[in-house]
């Protein structure tokens, strides 16, 4: 799940992102959300206070991304990140899971066009810089590629983070109606500007997945 070893020092933390992985057999269980809320509730005092705020589920391989939010940003060493990774690992005990938790730092977001309405599917697209080419890839990102994106009919969400963890180091997410707008004539536009062609070829380890959004579930505080 990691292509670069975690960063030692402290970085700034926006969500921790649980990245759960199960045996190709197995599937998960079907109560992912419910799991994963109560899991907080796990948390010994002093750990940071976290809320689940989206929860995906990818079928092949199977996996599920969680993302709680801190409330407000901190700055947090790796083994902050061990009390959510020890919680999630009780709450699935006996379902053979992988449990990675990486801190994310949050670098752009914006609500997209279609914003407020419900959302089927979760994209992502996690990758590192070839060496050299971050501070290209980001202005790429963040001034054209994200805004294009999040202003696509069926984009209601678009976020990128930097995974200072299990990475890739760059995850770009989009929160879609339906998996249909990935396909689109406007998003397809987006994807294939010049900027595009010249960031795009410096991706490496790049990981791109279609998850389906699981139902939120109610806090219960």
Aim: hydrophobic content about 45%.
């Amino acid at each position: 799940m990691s292509h670069h070893a975690p960063n030692a020092a402290t970085a700034p933390t926006d969500f921790l992102l649980a990245q759960l992985a199960w045996p190709a057999a197995a599937g998960g269980p079907r109560d992912v959300m419910a799991r994963a809320g109560a899991a907080i509730s796990r948390l010994p005092p002093g750990a940071p206070a976290l809320r689940l705020v989206r929860g995906a589920r990818a079928v092949q391989p199977p996996a599920v991304y969680l993302y709680y939010a801190l409330d407000q940003r901190a700055s947090l060493a790796p083994q902050d990140a061990r009390p959510l990774e020890q919680a999630l690992a009780a709450a699935f005990a006996g379902e053979a899971v992988q449990v990675a938790v990486s801190r994310l730092e949050k670098v752009f977001e914006r609500a997209g066009h279609s914003s407020g309405q419900a959302c089927a599917a979760h994209y992502v697209v996690e990758m590192d810089p070839q060496e050299g080419w971050m501070p290209e890839i980001s202005a790429w990102y963040d001034q054209e590629h994200m805004p294009g994106l999040a202003a696509v009919p069926g984009c209601a969400h678009a976020q990128r983070m930097l995974n200072h963890d299990h990475g890739p180091l760059s995850l770009a997410c989009y929160d879609l109606v339906t998996e249909a707008a990935l396909n689109s004539p406007p998003w397809l536009a987006v994807r294939a500007t010049a900027w595009s062609d010249i960031a795009r070829p410096h991706f490496t380890n790049t990981k791109r997945t279609m998850f389906q959004r699981l139902p939120d579930v109610p806090a219960d505080r």
